[in-house]
């Protein structure tokens, strides 16, 4: 059984690596996180897993099942944080996952497959500006490049950092994780408000959204804000601010799949009180599970973009900044994960994922899915993050009963 006492202990305990009262501040492989990782690896140890590393600091912890030569099931998440941050994005399922083992463990449960509970470094892109950095080393899509592209504000490579915590990045690139992997599963928390406002305990994770990010440079005359009288201005703030409310509008008739759309940038030139705005770069994210209903709005943008500027006597420049593949999660997992929720009898609904996570690199090689609980008023990547014990506890019970299923063979998944 999932033991709360337990737990909560354990959440107690990472509180104090790296917290402070400004929030917690694990940033990856600084002090604190290894601090945190040190403690994530002794609670595994005294959990009697196997305990690997790998040459990218990933700490993976081996349940073994009856049968060695069957593919693995995995679970994991991070325990990185933010500046700032909280004790919960990330810790959550790393935790729940420690958890489920031991419940395993007490009980006495027998499984074919191994399961794997994977503690995934660097996952925040807080430090070196790109994501799920652990995950994509165990995938092998990291290079030694790329390790020394990606540097921090200090002028430190992410090579660097590895060197310095003694791992391996001369070998990233042999470092994809070999082993087969028969299901991924994490859980999170969902780091928006929707679970609260449905009052529902779990989200199941239909898919996870790619965004698809572009600045937008409007131009116009920076002409005197006295002398120049109004039909004979060029006002680039006065159509971005068009622009701004045409991206929400446009986006919000994208109803199902949703499309969610921010301008979440916005620099004025030359910024002064008399000098009408000459110039405006708008920093535009627009994100869906649906990679057809997201690449339509952006069409329905740029076209509104066209409009307005040419109505306004403006010139403009887009500047593509990136573009992510949204991921599905598997529908065996989906199908799963609402058995496990409906024999509990909790309270759930299916949704997307706005933010990433590192489940969406396992969705490419092995059925994948992601429960999300509530948290407080919806807040992460924030000091005032918070996770009720009572959904934690319920999410763990989910995780428990759909470990205990997969990792049986024969399974709805087999
Ligand atoms: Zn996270």
Redesign the pocket.
């Known amino acids: 059984m999932i033991q709360k006492e337990r737990l909560l202990k354990d959440f107690e305990a990472m509180a104090t690596f790296g917290g402070s009262r400004s929030g917690i501040n694990r940033i990856a492989f600084s002090d604190a996180d290894w601090a945190g990782r040190q403690y994530i690896i002794e609670r595994m140890i005294d959990a009697g897993l196997d305990v690997e590393i790998d040459g990218f600091g990933n700490v993976i912890g081996y349940k073994r099942g009856t049968n060695p030569n069957l593919p693995i099931v995995m679970i994991g998440?991070?325990t990185d944080s933010v500046p700032n941050g909280g004790n919960y994005?990330?810790v959550v399922g790393v935790l729940s996952a420690i958890e489920v083992v031991r419940s395993m463990i007490d009980d006495d449960v027998t499984h074919d497959h191994t399961i794997a509970v994977v503690s995934f470094m660097c996952?925040?892109s807080s430090r070196f500006g790109a994501a799920t950095l652990g995950s994509k080393a165990m995938r092998g899509k990291l290079t030694v490049h790329d390790l020394h592209r990606l540097v921090d504000t200090q002028g430190i490579s992410l090579y660097d950092a590895l060197k310095d915590r003694h791992l391996q990045p001369d070998a990233i690139e042999s470092m994809e994780y070999k082993i087969p992997v028969k299901a991924f599963i994490e859980m999170?928390i969902e780091?928006g408000k929707v679970l609260e406002h449905e009052q529902k305990q779990i989200g199941i994770v239909s898919g996870i959204a790619g965004p698809e990010r572009f600045y937008v440079t409007i131009r116009g005359h920076a002409d005197h804000s006295g002398a120049t009288p109004m039909n004979l201005r060029h006002d680039a703030l006065c159509g971005a601010s068009k622009i701004i409310l045409g991206i929400e509008e446009v986006t919000s008739m994208q109803e199902e799949p949703p499309v969610v759309g921010t301008v979440g940038i916005a620099e004025v030139m030359p910024s002064a009180m008399n000098v009408i705005p000459g110039s405006v770069k708008l920093g535009v994210d627009i994100r869906s599970i649906s990679k057809v209903a997201r690449d339509s709005v952006v069409f329905l943008i740029k076209e509104l973009i066209d409009v307005i500027a040419e109505k306004r006597g403006l010139s403009y420049t887009i500047e593509p900044i990136s573009k992510d593949s949204p991921v599905s999660m598997a529908s065996s997992m989906i199908k799963e994960i609402e058995r496990a929720v409906t024999s509990l009898q909790l309270d759930y609904m299916i949704m997307p994922s706005g933010?990433g996570?590192d489940a969406m690199h396992w969705a490419e090689i092995a059925p994948t899915g992601m429960l999300f609980i509530p948290c407080r008023d919806g807040i992460s990547h924030n000091s005032a993050e918070f996770a009720a014990m009572d959904d934690i506890v319920a999410g763990a019970e989910v995780l428990e009963n759909v470990i205990r299923n997969i990792s049986l063979v024969g399974n709805a998944l087999d």
Do not use: K, N, Y
Request: no cysteine; net charge negative; hydrophobic share 10%.
């Open positions: 998440s991070h994005d990330g996952e925040e999170h780091q933010a996570h």
